[in-house]
């Protein structure tokens, strides 16, 4: 039980971040389906930091893994910023582009680096041992990762910044009414810059976080096994609020859970149910519960719409 809980946490805690980045960015109107690349350059970052940077303390690990992962998620969304807001483009083929384009760059930038340090060496992985060990504390058995408290952290600034702070009451304007917005003053574009910006941060913050779940090296030709794209189905069944977002994260972790510890409750070895359908689960899952719960979404009103400030 332990096992499945302290997993359970810690994918909950990846999808409670990238759904809330999706969050703040469809808020500001801008649908953001480029966090699966998000993710991916955002776990790059954290993992070039933990295997260049020397031996230092723990928090110091952790703030520059941080950092790294949250500076190329930012610039990645800053992608989508500028063609869906500047150039109007349609955001569900860039969002759909940069996923693609996130995971052949990580791969091609890994692969160069790796070759450049050993010739024979053409594989995408990066390992990071020695540094994950920052991350984490024994507690009775129990694996604590310091992403659980940033999620948790983050779920909290994420519902006073949209609820009880003016920047957040403007950011759901533009979403809703961005004409509306723009007439009492509100710069649009400069908010839906700053949605798309901050999914960026909690979209690479999720992507270093994912990588860290039990394994000590990441092949970054593998991407993130779609969690970009669960993350949004649990935005959606969240209703676009943090704390909704909170509990259906702890659904869908569960279930991803369940692949990693199946094995350890024997009335699930029991029934002799594939490993790979435990893997599938939180698909499945996502797909049952948008089947029927997505009738009755309320999502804003004005996203996947270009602004256009000559338009009433």
Known sequence: MTLLLQYTLIFASVLILVALGGCFSEHSGVINLGLEGIMVLGALGGA??????????PFVMILGTVLGSVLLGVL???????????FKADQTIVGTALNMLGVAAATVIVKAINTAANPD??????????????????????EFNWFMLIALIALVIAYVTLYKTKFGLRLMACGEHPQAA?????????????????????GGLGGICYILAGVSEWK??????GFGFLALAVMIFGQW????????ALLFGLFRALSNVYFGFDFLVSLH????????????ISLIVLA?????????????????KGSR
């Open 76 to 86: 990645y969304s800053a992608l989508l910023a500028v063609a869906c807001i500047n």
């Open 121 to 142: 060496d053409v594989s995408s992985t990066i390992q990071y041992a020695s540094a994950k060990k920052a991350f984490l504390v024994n507690i009775g058995g129990f």
């Open 241 to 248: 609020k943090p704390s909704r977002i909170a509990l259906a």
């Open 273 to 284: 149910i594939p490993g790979s359908v435990y893997n599938m689960l939180p698909y499945i």
């Open 48 to 57: 070039l930091v933990m295997k260049y940077m020397p031996a230092v303390s």
């Open 182 to 202: 723009d007439s009492v003053g509100i710069n649009v574009y400069k908010m839906r810059w700053a949605g798309v910006l901050i999914s960026g941060v909690l």
């Open 292 to 308: 029927f719960t997505s009738k009755k979404s309320r999502a804003p009103k004005a996203e996947g719409i270009p602004y256009d």
């Open 220 to 225: 970054f030709e593998n991407g993130v096994a």
